[in-house]
């Protein structure tokens, strides 16, 4: 069964520093997605893209983030300038069609990416 | 904007009795629906949706929701639970319409569930 990966599984970084997380989602999805999940917190919305750009994002999803699909299978988040409060499960998920027809099509999570800012 | 509770932060059931995990939503139009389940040091899998039709929808591992339009509530259940389903669950809810916020899920906090052999 296709699943969506993340790498790193963790990640470490100094405040300050710049990240990348990347995702590889499932193969034949359209439209891919960003949350996060502070500890002991709801899994949050950050942003959503389709065809090269984004279709929707959150207050959180401010300029110090930015998403890109550098190739037909990676989707990165960056974060710029890591801070503290952005510790946090990163999960990156895909769905085979975002709004079309008005279905409502299931999007698929990957395992996560721990980010730990010191 | 949408909003999803989940009054439990924790529910025990001994392994083979019923459970119940409860979800209420809030969302302007009709909603779509979703349970997922994450397992420690897991992703989010998903169990089951509702879209439309049948208030009952059954998803994967034995696990079905009934959608209750009145009381705004996507209750998750299963008629006889495994100590194998304790997890941590959440219930999401996204909007139907295809103004702002429709891509976005939103989640409960989760509710942990613990079957006890």
């Known amino acids: 069964e296709p699943e969506v990966t993340q790498t790193p599984s963790h990640q470490v970084t100094q405040m300050g520093q710049e990240v990348i997380l990347r995702c590889v989602p499932i193969?034949?999805?359209?439209?891919f997605y960003w949350y996060r999940q502070i500890l002991g917190q709801k899994v949050e919305f950050l942003v959503s893209f389709y065809n090269n750009e984004i279709s929707e994002k959150s207050e959180i999803f401010d300029d110090q983030f930015s998403v890109e699909r550098p190739d037909g299978s990676n989707f990165t988040l960056k974060i710029r300038s890591t801070k503290l409060e952005d510790s946090a499960m990163y999960f990156c998920a895909s769905s085979l069609y975002g709004l079309a027809g008005g279905r409502a099509d299931t999007q698929y999570f990957g395992p996560g990416t721990r980010l730990t800012v010191l | 904007a949408q909003s999803v509770a989940q009054p439990e932060d924790q529910v025990n059931v001994a392994e083979g009795n019923p459970l119940t995990v409860k979800c209420t939503y809030s969302?302007?139009?009709?909603?779509?629906l979703f349970w997922y389940v994450q397992y420690p040091n897991r992703g989010l899998q998903f169990l089951l949706k509702y879209i439309t039709g049948d208030n009952l929808v059954k998803g994967s591992y034995g696990f079905e929701a009934e959608f209750n339009k009145s009381q705004t509530s996507f209750h998750l259940k299963k008629p006889s639970a495994l100590v194998s389903d304790s997890a941590l669950y959440f219930c999401a809810v996204r909007a139907r319409n295809s103004g702002a916020g429709s891509y976005q899920l939103t989640f409960g906090k989760g509710t942990k569930l613990s079957v006890i052999p």
């Open positions: 969302v302007s139009g009709n909603p779509y």
């Open positions: 193969s034949n999805h359209l439209y």
